[in-house]
Protein backbone atom coordinates (compact mmCIF):
# COMPACT_ATOMS: atom_id res chain seq x y z
CA UNK A 1 0.00 0.00 0.00
CA UNK A 2 1.12 3.30 -1.25
CA UNK A 3 2.16 5.71 2.39
CA UNK A 4 1.92 9.46 2.22
CA UNK A 5 5.03 11.41 2.82
CA UNK A 6 4.20 14.14 5.14
CA UNK A 7 6.84 17.44 5.16
CA UNK A 8 5.92 20.30 7.02
CA UNK A 9 8.86 22.29 8.14
CA UNK A 10 7.07 22.61 11.55
CA UNK A 11 10.02 23.98 13.84
CA UNK A 12 10.64 26.70 11.34
CA UNK A 13 6.87 28.13 12.04
CA UNK A 14 7.34 27.19 15.96
CA UNK A 15 10.67 29.13 15.92
CA UNK A 16 8.94 32.69 15.54
CA UNK A 17 6.33 32.11 18.25
CA UNK A 18 6.82 33.00 22.25
CA UNK A 19 9.15 29.82 23.63
CA UNK A 20 6.08 29.07 26.06
CA UNK A 21 3.85 28.87 23.40
CA UNK A 22 6.18 26.38 22.00
CA UNK A 23 6.43 24.15 24.88
CA UNK A 24 2.73 23.60 24.93
CA UNK A 25 2.70 22.41 21.54
CA UNK A 26 5.68 20.26 21.56
CA UNK A 27 3.40 18.61 24.72
CA UNK A 28 0.97 17.91 23.09
CA UNK A 29 2.87 15.89 20.57
CA UNK A 30 0.10 16.56 17.43
CA UNK A 31 1.94 17.58 15.26
CA UNK A 32 0.49 15.97 12.11
CA UNK A 33 -2.92 17.27 13.27
CA UNK A 34 -2.26 20.67 14.22
CA UNK A 35 -4.07 23.07 11.32
CA UNK A 36 -3.20 26.58 12.74
CA UNK A 37 -2.85 29.23 15.76
CA UNK A 38 -4.65 31.85 16.23
CA UNK A 39 -3.49 35.09 18.06
CA UNK A 40 -5.66 37.49 18.95
CA UNK A 41 -4.88 40.72 20.61
CA UNK A 42 -6.44 40.55 24.08
CA UNK A 43 -7.49 36.98 23.67
CA UNK A 44 -5.76 33.63 24.32
CA UNK A 45 -3.95 32.19 22.06
CA UNK A 46 -5.37 29.15 20.48
CA UNK A 47 -3.94 26.52 18.12
CA UNK A 48 -6.50 24.31 16.23
CA UNK A 49 -6.28 21.05 15.50
CA UNK A 50 -8.37 18.61 13.61
CA UNK A 51 -10.95 17.31 15.99
CA UNK A 52 -10.00 20.16 18.49
CA UNK A 53 -8.74 23.31 20.60
CA UNK A 54 -5.67 23.90 22.71
CA UNK A 55 -5.46 27.19 24.56
CA UNK A 56 -1.67 28.18 24.39
CA UNK A 57 -1.61 30.20 27.54
CA UNK A 58 -3.35 31.75 30.21
CA UNK A 59 -2.37 35.06 29.08
CA UNK A 60 -4.28 37.23 26.79
CA UNK A 61 -1.65 38.31 23.59
CA UNK A 62 -0.37 42.13 23.83
CA UNK A 63 0.84 43.82 21.04
CA UNK A 64 4.48 43.20 22.22
CA UNK A 65 3.79 39.47 21.43
CA UNK A 66 2.35 40.08 18.01
CA UNK A 67 4.99 42.64 16.91
CA UNK A 68 7.83 40.12 18.23
CA UNK A 69 6.15 37.22 15.89
CA UNK A 70 5.76 39.72 13.22
CA UNK A 71 9.89 40.58 13.16
CA UNK A 72 10.31 37.21 13.05
CA UNK A 73 8.59 36.80 8.84
CA UNK A 74 8.21 38.09 5.84
CA UNK A 75 6.82 41.38 4.89
CA UNK A 76 2.99 41.13 4.27
CA UNK A 77 1.70 41.52 0.90
CA UNK A 78 -1.36 43.11 -0.75
CA UNK A 79 -3.34 40.69 0.64
CA UNK A 80 -2.53 40.42 4.54
CA UNK A 81 -0.41 37.71 3.60
CA UNK A 82 3.38 36.35 5.06
CA UNK A 83 5.14 33.15 5.04
CA UNK A 84 8.44 32.11 6.29
CA UNK A 85 11.44 31.85 3.88
CA UNK A 86 11.45 28.22 2.18
CA UNK A 87 8.56 26.82 3.96
CA UNK A 88 5.20 26.31 2.93
CA UNK A 89 3.45 28.11 6.05
CA UNK A 90 1.18 31.00 5.79
CA UNK A 91 0.83 33.94 8.60
CA UNK A 92 -2.12 36.18 7.65
CA UNK A 93 -3.16 39.24 9.40
CA UNK A 94 -5.63 41.29 10.94
CA UNK A 95 -5.67 45.00 11.03
CA UNK A 96 -7.15 48.26 13.04
CA UNK A 97 -8.79 51.24 11.06
CA UNK A 98 -4.96 52.11 11.94
CA UNK A 99 -3.24 49.96 9.57
CA UNK A 100 -1.82 48.01 12.98
CA UNK A 101 -2.03 44.28 13.09
CA UNK A 102 -4.01 43.32 16.00
CA UNK A 103 -4.47 39.64 15.07
CA UNK A 104 -2.66 37.14 12.86
CA UNK A 105 -3.34 32.91 11.72
CA UNK A 106 -0.27 30.92 11.44
CA UNK A 107 -1.43 28.33 8.89
CA UNK A 108 0.44 25.08 9.19
CA UNK A 109 1.65 24.38 5.02
CA UNK A 110 2.13 21.27 4.55
CA UNK A 111 3.78 19.13 1.58
CA UNK A 112 1.63 15.35 1.17
CA UNK A 113 3.48 13.34 -1.14
CA UNK A 114 0.79 10.86 -2.37
CA UNK A 115 -2.61 12.88 -1.61
CA UNK A 116 -2.94 13.34 -5.34
CA UNK A 117 -2.91 9.51 -6.08
CA UNK A 118 -7.12 8.94 -5.81
CA UNK A 119 -7.39 11.48 -8.61
CA UNK A 120 -4.14 10.43 -10.53
CA UNK A 121 -5.81 9.45 -13.33
CA UNK A 122 -8.04 12.54 -13.83
CA UNK A 123 -4.79 14.84 -13.57
CA UNK A 124 -3.09 13.16 -16.04
CA UNK A 125 -5.95 13.08 -18.65
CA UNK A 126 -4.99 16.59 -19.44
CA UNK A 127 -8.84 17.61 -18.78
CA UNK A 128 -9.09 20.97 -16.96
CA UNK A 129 -9.43 20.58 -13.80
CA UNK A 130 -11.53 22.95 -10.59
CA UNK A 131 -11.30 21.50 -7.13
CA UNK A 132 -13.64 22.74 -4.79
CA UNK A 133 -13.92 22.89 -1.08
CA UNK A 134 -14.52 24.83 1.64
CA UNK A 135 -11.39 27.19 3.31
CA UNK A 136 -8.80 24.72 5.56
CA UNK A 137 -10.28 21.59 3.47
CA UNK A 138 -6.53 20.69 1.99
CA UNK A 139 -7.24 22.32 -1.68
CA UNK A 140 -3.71 23.47 -1.73
CA UNK A 141 -1.93 20.79 -0.63
CA UNK A 142 -3.64 18.68 -3.13
CA UNK A 143 -2.81 21.39 -6.20
CA UNK A 144 0.49 21.58 -5.05
CA UNK A 145 1.54 17.57 -5.84
CA UNK A 146 -0.42 18.21 -8.74
CA UNK A 147 1.81 20.21 -9.95
CA UNK A 148 4.83 17.93 -8.93
CA UNK A 149 3.03 15.02 -11.06
CA UNK A 150 2.64 17.08 -14.03
CA UNK A 151 5.66 18.57 -13.89
CA UNK A 152 7.16 15.31 -14.32
CA UNK A 153 6.21 14.82 -18.05
CA UNK A 154 5.29 18.50 -19.18
CA UNK A 155 5.67 22.32 -18.94
CA UNK A 156 3.88 23.73 -15.67
CA UNK A 157 3.74 26.63 -14.57
CA UNK A 158 1.90 28.16 -11.12
CA UNK A 159 0.69 31.18 -11.01
CA UNK A 160 1.31 31.76 -6.78
CA UNK A 161 -0.53 34.75 -5.32
CA UNK A 162 0.07 34.27 -1.91
CA UNK A 163 3.49 32.18 -2.50
CA UNK A 164 1.02 29.39 -0.84
CA UNK A 165 2.05 26.41 -3.45
CA UNK A 166 5.71 26.96 -3.17
CA UNK A 167 6.44 29.13 -0.38
CA UNK A 168 7.36 32.03 0.73
CA UNK A 169 11.08 33.29 -0.93
CA UNK A 170 12.16 33.75 -4.64
CA UNK A 171 13.22 29.91 -4.57
CA UNK A 172 10.11 27.75 -5.13
CA UNK A 173 9.25 24.37 -2.13
CA UNK A 174 10.63 21.24 -3.38
CA UNK A 175 7.32 19.91 -3.16
CA UNK A 176 6.46 21.63 -6.38
CA UNK A 177 8.85 19.51 -8.11
CA UNK A 178 10.39 20.89 -11.92
CA UNK A 179 7.12 22.71 -11.87
CA UNK A 180 7.92 26.72 -12.40
CA UNK A 181 6.60 29.68 -10.44
CA UNK A 182 5.50 33.26 -11.13
CA UNK A 183 4.71 35.27 -7.99
CA UNK A 184 2.14 38.25 -8.37
CA UNK A 185 2.94 41.11 -6.94
CA UNK A 186 -0.95 41.96 -5.47
CA UNK A 187 -3.75 39.54 -5.59
CA UNK A 188 -5.63 42.28 -8.34
CA UNK A 189 -3.51 41.27 -10.60
CA UNK A 190 -3.43 37.50 -10.33
CA UNK A 191 -5.86 38.15 -13.40
CA UNK A 192 -2.76 39.49 -15.63
CA UNK A 193 -0.28 37.16 -14.17
CA UNK A 194 -2.17 34.25 -15.46
CA UNK A 195 -2.16 35.78 -19.28
CA UNK A 196 1.55 36.76 -18.87
CA UNK A 197 1.81 33.17 -18.03
CA UNK A 198 0.84 31.89 -21.34
CA UNK A 199 2.01 34.22 -23.24
CA UNK A 200 5.46 34.50 -22.75
CA UNK A 201 6.51 30.83 -20.89
CA UNK A 202 5.09 28.46 -23.38
CA UNK A 203 3.41 26.32 -20.51
CA UNK A 204 1.11 23.17 -20.94
CA UNK A 205 -0.17 23.46 -17.70
CA UNK A 206 -1.02 26.38 -15.69
CA UNK A 207 -1.66 25.54 -11.88
CA UNK A 208 -3.18 28.34 -10.27
CA UNK A 209 -4.53 28.66 -6.39
CA UNK A 210 -8.27 30.24 -5.39
CA UNK A 211 -10.03 31.59 -8.34
CA UNK A 212 -12.13 34.26 -6.28
CA UNK A 213 -12.74 37.62 -8.88
CA UNK A 214 -14.55 37.75 -12.09
CA UNK A 215 -11.51 38.67 -14.04
CA UNK A 216 -10.07 35.61 -12.91
CA UNK A 217 -12.89 33.43 -14.39
CA UNK A 218 -12.37 35.40 -17.43
CA UNK A 219 -8.59 35.12 -18.04
CA UNK A 220 -9.07 31.27 -17.10
CA UNK A 221 -11.46 31.08 -19.48
CA UNK A 222 -8.99 32.89 -22.47
CA UNK A 223 -6.57 30.50 -21.62
CA UNK A 224 -8.69 27.10 -21.60
CA UNK A 225 -9.51 28.24 -24.64
CA UNK A 226 -5.65 28.37 -25.86
CA UNK A 227 -5.13 24.71 -25.49
CA UNK A 228 -3.79 24.35 -22.25
CA UNK A 229 -4.89 22.01 -19.30
CA UNK A 230 -5.65 24.26 -16.04
CA UNK A 231 -5.34 22.69 -12.75
CA UNK A 232 -7.20 25.56 -10.21
CA UNK A 233 -9.22 26.12 -6.96
CA UNK A 234 -12.01 27.59 -5.86
CA UNK A 235 -14.08 28.16 -2.31
CA UNK A 236 -17.13 26.22 -2.36
CA UNK A 237 -18.83 23.19 -1.23
CA UNK A 238 -21.23 21.93 -4.44
CA UNK A 239 -21.31 22.59 -8.00
CA UNK A 240 -24.85 23.63 -6.75
CA UNK A 241 -23.24 26.53 -5.06
CA UNK A 242 -20.92 27.72 -7.92
CA UNK A 243 -24.08 28.03 -9.96
CA UNK A 244 -25.42 30.19 -7.57
CA UNK A 245 -22.48 32.19 -7.46
CA UNK A 246 -22.55 35.18 -9.61
CA UNK A 247 -18.92 36.09 -9.99
CA UNK A 248 -17.50 32.39 -10.09
CA UNK A 249 -20.59 30.68 -12.58
CA UNK A 250 -18.71 30.77 -15.33
CA UNK A 251 -16.13 28.34 -14.42
CA UNK A 252 -18.71 25.70 -15.41
CA UNK A 253 -20.60 27.54 -18.17
CA UNK A 254 -22.60 29.95 -16.21
CA UNK A 255 -26.87 29.88 -16.03
CA UNK A 256 -29.19 32.36 -18.47
CA UNK A 257 -33.27 32.55 -18.10
CA UNK A 258 -34.58 31.37 -22.02
CA UNK A 259 -38.02 32.13 -23.32
CA UNK A 260 -39.95 29.41 -24.65
CA UNK A 261 -42.25 29.70 -27.90
CA UNK A 262 -45.44 28.41 -26.36
CA UNK A 263 -45.91 24.84 -27.94
CA UNK A 264 -42.32 24.23 -26.50
CA UNK A 265 -43.35 25.40 -23.46
CA UNK A 266 -46.29 23.20 -23.61
CA UNK A 267 -44.48 20.13 -24.51
CA UNK A 268 -41.90 20.69 -21.81
CA UNK A 269 -44.73 21.27 -19.06
CA UNK A 270 -43.07 23.70 -17.72
CA UNK A 271 -43.22 27.96 -17.58
CA UNK A 272 -42.07 29.89 -20.94
CA UNK A 273 -38.56 31.17 -19.12
CA UNK A 274 -36.28 28.61 -18.18
CA UNK A 275 -33.12 28.03 -16.97
CA UNK A 276 -30.30 26.75 -19.79
CA UNK A 277 -26.31 27.06 -19.49
CA UNK A 278 -24.90 29.83 -20.77
CA UNK A 279 -21.65 29.05 -22.25
CA UNK A 280 -19.43 25.86 -22.61
CA UNK A 281 -17.47 25.61 -19.27
CA UNK A 282 -14.07 25.98 -18.34
CA UNK A 283 -13.48 23.35 -16.79
CA UNK A 284 -14.49 19.85 -17.94
CA UNK A 285 -14.23 18.30 -14.41
CA UNK A 286 -15.34 19.47 -11.23
CA UNK A 287 -13.79 17.64 -7.94
CA UNK A 288 -16.14 18.58 -5.00
CA UNK A 289 -13.89 17.70 -1.44
CA UNK A 290 -15.79 16.82 1.09
CA UNK A 291 -13.38 16.06 3.53
CA UNK A 292 -9.73 14.57 3.34
CA UNK A 293 -10.58 11.52 2.77
CA UNK A 294 -13.53 11.74 0.29
CA UNK A 295 -14.11 13.38 -2.60
CA UNK A 296 -17.41 13.54 -5.30
CA UNK A 297 -16.46 13.61 -8.99
CA UNK A 298 -18.20 15.43 -11.88
CA UNK A 299 -16.87 13.67 -14.69
CA UNK A 300 -18.24 16.22 -16.95
CA UNK A 301 -19.65 19.37 -15.98
CA UNK A 302 -21.47 20.35 -19.06
CA UNK A 303 -23.53 17.67 -18.88
CA UNK A 304 -23.88 17.68 -14.59
CA UNK A 305 -25.13 21.57 -15.10
CA UNK A 306 -27.70 20.95 -18.34
CA UNK A 307 -29.62 18.01 -16.34
CA UNK A 308 -28.95 20.54 -13.20
CA UNK A 309 -30.73 23.51 -14.61
CA UNK A 310 -33.39 20.85 -16.34
CA UNK A 311 -34.08 19.09 -12.43
CA UNK A 312 -32.99 16.04 -13.04
CA UNK A 313 -29.28 15.88 -11.19
CA UNK A 314 -26.94 13.75 -12.49
CA UNK A 315 -25.53 10.91 -10.16
CA UNK A 316 -21.71 11.57 -9.52
CA UNK A 317 -18.52 9.46 -8.75
CA UNK A 318 -17.44 8.93 -5.28
CA UNK A 319 -13.61 8.01 -4.19
CA UNK A 320 -12.80 7.54 -0.65
CA UNK A 321 -9.65 6.08 1.23
CA UNK A 322 -10.17 3.53 4.01
CA UNK A 323 -8.52 3.45 7.27
CA UNK A 324 -5.91 1.18 5.87
CA UNK A 325 -5.38 3.98 2.89
CA UNK A 326 -7.08 1.34 0.43
CA UNK A 327 -8.94 3.65 -2.28
CA UNK A 328 -12.57 2.99 -2.99
CA UNK A 329 -14.07 4.34 -6.28
CA UNK A 330 -17.85 4.11 -6.55
CA UNK A 331 -19.22 4.90 -10.07
CA UNK A 332 -22.86 6.21 -10.30
CA UNK A 333 -25.53 4.12 -11.52
CA UNK A 334 -26.44 6.36 -14.70
CA UNK A 335 -23.50 7.09 -16.78
CA UNK A 336 -23.13 10.41 -18.05
CA UNK A 337 -24.74 9.79 -21.65
CA UNK A 338 -27.49 8.14 -20.83
CA UNK A 339 -28.11 10.40 -18.17
CA UNK A 340 -28.39 13.29 -20.09
CA UNK A 341 -30.96 11.24 -22.14
CA UNK A 342 -33.09 10.68 -18.83
CA UNK A 343 -33.04 15.00 -18.95
CA UNK A 344 -34.55 14.58 -22.35
CA UNK A 345 -37.97 12.69 -21.48
CA UNK A 346 -36.11 9.23 -20.44
CA UNK A 347 -36.03 7.77 -16.66
CA UNK A 348 -34.70 5.07 -14.04
CA UNK A 349 -37.39 2.61 -13.16
CA UNK A 350 -37.22 0.95 -9.73
CA UNK A 351 -35.16 -1.76 -8.82
CA UNK A 352 -34.44 -2.89 -12.56
CA UNK A 353 -31.76 -0.20 -14.26
CA UNK A 354 -34.22 -0.29 -17.42
CA UNK A 355 -35.34 2.75 -19.09
CA UNK A 356 -38.09 3.97 -20.84
CA UNK A 357 -40.08 7.37 -21.72
CA UNK A 358 -42.41 7.41 -18.57
CA UNK A 359 -41.94 9.30 -15.27
CA UNK A 360 -39.13 10.66 -14.15
CA UNK A 361 -38.62 9.03 -9.99
CA UNK A 362 -37.58 11.68 -7.78
CA UNK A 363 -34.49 10.11 -6.53
CA UNK A 364 -31.94 12.40 -6.06
CA UNK A 365 -28.29 11.82 -6.34
CA UNK A 366 -26.75 10.03 -3.54
CA UNK A 367 -24.86 13.21 -2.46
CA UNK A 368 -28.32 15.54 -1.67
CA UNK A 369 -30.74 12.52 -0.84
CA UNK A 370 -31.13 9.09 0.70
CA UNK A 371 -34.35 7.41 -0.07
CA UNK A 372 -33.32 5.26 2.83
CA UNK A 373 -33.83 8.36 5.35
CA UNK A 374 -37.31 8.76 4.86
CA UNK A 375 -38.39 5.07 4.38
CA UNK A 376 -40.35 5.03 7.60
CA UNK A 377 -42.49 8.36 6.41
CA UNK A 378 -42.79 6.45 3.15
CA UNK A 379 -44.31 3.25 5.10
CA UNK A 380 -46.66 5.94 6.28
CA UNK A 381 -47.79 8.06 3.08
CA UNK A 382 -48.97 6.17 -0.11
CA UNK A 383 -46.58 6.45 -3.13
CA UNK A 384 -48.45 9.40 -6.03
CA UNK A 385 -47.87 9.84 -9.55
CA UNK A 386 -47.89 13.38 -9.81
CA UNK A 387 -48.78 14.96 -13.23
CA UNK A 388 -48.09 18.82 -13.86
CA UNK A 389 -49.88 20.93 -16.30
CA UNK A 390 -48.43 24.27 -16.86
CA UNK A 391 -47.24 24.18 -13.61
CA UNK A 392 -42.88 24.58 -13.22
CA UNK A 393 -42.05 20.74 -13.07
CA UNK A 394 -38.01 21.92 -11.58
CA UNK A 395 -39.48 23.61 -8.74
CA UNK A 396 -42.69 20.98 -8.04
CA UNK A 397 -39.43 18.49 -8.06
CA UNK A 398 -37.21 20.55 -5.56
CA UNK A 399 -40.51 20.47 -3.22
CA UNK A 400 -41.10 17.46 -3.28
CA UNK A 401 -37.42 16.49 -2.66
CA UNK A 402 -37.32 19.19 0.44
CA UNK A 403 -40.61 17.58 1.71
CA UNK A 404 -38.77 13.87 1.37
CA UNK A 405 -42.41 12.58 -0.13
CA UNK A 406 -42.81 9.31 -2.02
CA UNK A 407 -43.68 11.39 -5.13
CA UNK A 408 -43.38 10.61 -8.87
CA UNK A 409 -43.30 13.65 -11.73
CA UNK A 410 -44.88 11.85 -14.43
CA UNK A 411 -44.96 12.61 -18.40
CA UNK A 412 -48.02 10.21 -19.34
CA UNK A 413 -51.66 11.29 -17.82
CA UNK A 414 -52.73 7.59 -18.34
CA UNK A 415 -50.10 6.87 -14.95
CA UNK A 416 -50.98 10.20 -12.79
CA UNK A 417 -52.77 9.90 -9.31
CA UNK A 418 -53.22 13.40 -8.98
CA UNK A 419 -53.18 16.02 -11.67
CA UNK A 420 -51.93 19.91 -11.05
CA UNK A 421 -52.21 23.09 -12.75
CA UNK A 422 -52.55 26.16 -12.64
CA UNK A 423 -55.73 28.60 -11.87
CA UNK A 424 -55.26 30.54 -15.41
CA UNK A 425 -55.03 27.12 -17.20
CA UNK A 426 -57.90 25.23 -15.20
CA UNK A 427 -60.66 28.15 -16.51
CA UNK A 428 -59.45 27.64 -20.32
CA UNK A 429 -60.32 24.05 -19.63
CA UNK A 430 -57.70 22.46 -21.64
CA UNK A 431 -57.82 18.96 -23.67
CA UNK A 432 -55.55 17.77 -20.63
CA UNK A 433 -57.37 19.10 -17.67
CA UNK A 434 -60.94 17.55 -19.40
CA UNK A 435 -59.24 14.27 -20.15
CA UNK A 436 -58.15 14.13 -16.01
CA UNK A 437 -61.66 15.07 -15.55
CA UNK A 438 -63.47 12.71 -17.56
CA UNK A 439 -60.82 9.98 -15.85
CA UNK A 440 -62.11 11.10 -12.66
CA UNK A 441 -58.35 12.08 -11.56
CA UNK A 442 -58.29 14.53 -8.53
CA UNK A 443 -57.21 18.17 -9.52
CA UNK A 444 -55.52 20.68 -7.27
CA UNK A 445 -55.56 24.36 -8.85
CA UNK A 446 -52.47 26.48 -7.83
CA UNK A 447 -52.98 30.20 -7.60
CA UNK A 448 -49.73 30.45 -8.70
CA UNK A 449 -46.20 29.20 -10.18
CA UNK A 450 -44.72 29.62 -6.89
CA UNK A 451 -42.82 26.67 -4.32
CA UNK A 452 -44.98 27.83 -1.46
CA UNK A 453 -48.45 26.75 -3.42
CA UNK A 454 -46.79 23.66 -4.44
CA UNK A 455 -45.77 22.53 -1.04
CA UNK A 456 -49.70 23.84 0.24
CA UNK A 457 -50.54 21.39 -2.59
CA UNK A 458 -48.38 18.74 -1.45
CA UNK A 459 -48.79 19.04 2.12
CA UNK A 460 -52.73 18.78 1.62
CA UNK A 461 -52.38 15.74 -1.39
CA UNK A 462 -50.31 13.97 2.07
CA UNK A 463 -51.88 14.87 4.21
CA UNK A 464 -49.14 16.46 5.92
CA UNK A 465 -50.95 19.26 8.40
CA UNK A 466 -53.54 16.17 10.11
CA UNK A 467 -49.92 14.11 11.60
CA UNK A 468 -48.91 16.21 14.16
CA UNK A 469 -51.71 15.16 16.22
CA UNK A 470 -50.87 11.11 16.15
CA UNK A 471 -48.42 9.99 19.80
CA UNK A 472 -44.81 10.37 19.07
CA UNK A 473 -43.31 6.60 17.88
CA UNK A 474 -39.77 7.32 19.67
CA UNK A 475 -37.76 4.70 18.06
CA UNK A 476 -39.08 4.97 14.92
CA UNK A 477 -38.03 8.64 15.14
CA UNK A 478 -34.77 7.51 16.80
CA UNK A 479 -34.67 4.68 13.32
CA UNK A 480 -35.07 7.60 11.25
CA UNK A 481 -32.14 10.32 12.68
CA UNK A 482 -30.15 6.88 13.01
CA UNK A 483 -30.74 6.45 9.37
CA UNK A 484 -29.69 9.68 8.37
CA UNK A 485 -26.89 9.64 10.84
CA UNK A 486 -25.49 7.27 8.97
CA UNK A 487 -25.66 8.60 5.42
CA UNK A 488 -23.89 11.34 6.68
CA UNK A 489 -21.37 10.20 8.29
CA UNK A 490 -20.74 7.82 4.99
CA UNK A 491 -20.32 11.04 2.95
CA UNK A 492 -23.52 12.15 2.07
CA UNK A 493 -23.87 16.08 2.26
CA UNK A 494 -27.15 16.08 4.26
CA UNK A 495 -29.86 14.69 4.40
CA UNK A 496 -33.20 16.11 5.04
CA UNK A 497 -35.75 14.24 7.46
CA UNK A 498 -39.45 14.14 6.34
CA UNK A 499 -41.51 17.14 8.18
CA UNK A 500 -42.36 16.64 11.84
CA UNK A 501 -43.80 18.95 14.60
CA UNK A 502 -41.77 20.92 16.75
CA UNK A 503 -41.59 18.51 19.42
CA UNK A 504 -40.20 15.61 16.86
CA UNK A 505 -37.92 17.94 15.75
CA UNK A 506 -36.47 18.54 19.18
CA UNK A 507 -35.51 14.82 19.29
CA UNK A 508 -34.17 14.73 16.20
CA UNK A 509 -31.60 17.76 16.88
CA UNK A 510 -30.80 16.48 20.22
CA UNK A 511 -29.96 13.04 18.59
CA UNK A 512 -28.02 14.96 15.52
CA UNK A 513 -26.15 16.66 18.31
CA UNK A 514 -25.31 13.40 20.30
CA UNK A 515 -23.58 11.96 16.85
CA UNK A 516 -21.34 15.43 16.93
CA UNK A 517 -23.56 16.54 13.83
CA UNK A 518 -25.02 20.07 12.68
CA UNK A 519 -28.53 20.28 12.20
CA UNK A 520 -31.06 22.90 11.18
CA UNK A 521 -34.59 23.45 10.72
CA UNK A 522 -36.13 24.53 7.19
CA UNK A 523 -39.57 25.34 6.22
CA UNK A 524 -42.90 26.82 7.11
CA UNK A 525 -45.40 24.49 9.28
CA UNK A 526 -46.52 22.25 8.86
CA UNK A 527 -43.77 21.34 6.60
CA UNK A 528 -41.15 22.06 8.28
CA UNK A 529 -38.23 19.77 8.60
CA UNK A 530 -34.63 18.97 9.89
CA UNK A 531 -31.73 19.00 7.94
CA UNK A 532 -28.58 16.97 9.28
CA UNK A 533 -25.40 17.68 7.29
CA UNK A 534 -21.38 17.73 8.75
CA UNK A 535 -19.96 21.42 9.32
Partial sequence: MKQNNITDD???????????????????????????????????????????????SDKEITHEVIANVVSRIGEFDGDNRAGIERTLHRISAIRNKKNDVIGLTLRVGRAVYGTIDIIEDLIKSEKSILLLGRPGIGKTTMLREAARIRAENSRVVIVDTSNEIGGDGDVPHPAVGRARRMQ??????????????????????????????????????TIAERGVQLIATAHGRTLENLLLNPTLSDLVGGIEAVTLSDEEARRRGTQKTVLE???????????????????????????????????????PEVRSRDKSGKIHIQQPQVHTETALQQSQGLRRQNGNGTYGKQEHQVAYPAKTYTPAVVKESQSLLPSMNIYPFGVARNRLIEAIRRLGLPANVVR???????????????????KPIVMAEEKSIPIYVLRANSENQMEQALAEIFRLSGSSGKPLNYDRISQEVKNAIDAVQAGKHWVDLAPASAKVRRIQHELAREADLTSHSYGKEPNRHVRIFRE
Fill in 10 to 56: LPALLSVLPSEFTRVLNHENQSNDLLEIIMDLGRIPVARYIDHELDL
Fill in 277 to 315: RRSPPTFDVLIEIQDRKQLVIHPDVAAAVDALVRGYPLE
Fill in 412 to 430: DLQEADVFITLKSYYRSRQ
Fill in 184 to 221: VSNPSFQHEVMIEAVENHNPEVIVIDEIGRELEALAAR
